[in-house]
């Protein structure tokens, strides 16, 4: 059974471009959610996807938005980035949206 | 994050019993849960615990949570230098369907 897999590990963006990060879920899983965590800070909530739809968001601009395939498998996009975008972006996936979350080892995001 | 409140840092000796304490606000949270995050790493998921229950026991992780408090304690027995991390407390809330993470304790065993 493999976990949840995140690529790429790292990034370097310039001010005002798009990024777009990947998230594998574990085996079985249906249910995945993206966190943003700066540095110091615990993870934010950004939003969970549930069977392909979105089902939760956070405080979050439009700006971010996300994706989730049949397998399972999710995007989180990022336009116009800004340098407070700089952050470890975390993908959790689990069995529903209400029960235990998985992570995978995150996605370390550097705007200059 | 800022609902969920954790104490920065702890330091303990090698051998000696760790306690993590976490408030949360929101009483209708079902779930509590206890991460773990090592330097440049993902979260680990160590534990949870049901809103319905007071105690959990894992090996060498206990789990109390007083409900009425809204405090939840995370206990490691004989802590290792192994332990050492950042320990994050979240409450699952089903209206919005998140986790809410508290800053993270950092636990720094020594030995």
């Known amino acids: 059974e493999t976990g949840v897999t995140q690529s790429p590990t790292h990034l370097i963006k310039t001010r005002g471009q798009q990024v777009t990060l990947r998230c594998s879920s574990q085996?079985?899983?249906?249910?995945v959610s993206w966190y943003q965590q700066a540095l110091g800070q615990g993870p934010q909530f950004i939003f969970q996807?549930?069977?392909?739809?979105?089902?939760g968001r956070g405080n979050f601009p439009p700006r971010f938005s996300g994706l989730q395939f049949p397998n399972y498998s999710s995007e989180l996009n990022v336009n116009a980035l800004e340098l407070d975008d700089s952050a470890l972006y975390l993908c959790?996936?689990?069995?529903?949206?209400?029960?235990?979350?998985?992570f995978g080892q995150g996605t370390r995001l550097t705007v200059v | 994050g800022e609902d969920v409140e954790q104490s920065l840092f702890l330091s303990v000796r090698e051998g000696d019993s760790s306690v993590i304490n976490c408030t949360y606000t929101?009483?209708?949270?079902?779930?509590l849960y206890w991460y773990k995050q090592e330097p440049g790493a993902g979260l680990q998921l160590l534990t949870y615990?049901?809103?319905?229950?007071d105690m959990k026991q894992d090996q060498r992780l206990t789990v109390l949570l007083n409900k009425k408090d809204k405090h939840l304690s995370l206990r490691i027995a004989d802590t290792q230098t192994g332990d050492s991390a950042i320990y994050f407390c979240?409450?699952?809330?089903?209206?919005?369907?998140?986790?809410?993470f508290g800053k993270g304790t950092t636990l720094s065993v020594s030995s």
């Open positions: 959790a996936s689990s069995v529903d949206s209400n029960t235990e979350a998985f």
């Open positions: 979240a409450e699952y809330r089903q209206a919005g369907t998140a986790l809410i």
């Open positions: 929101d009483s209708s949270s079902t779930y």
């Open positions: 615990i049901f809103s319905n229950m």
């Open positions: 085996s079985g899983h249906n249910t």
């Open positions: 996807y549930y069977r392909e739809e979105e089902n």
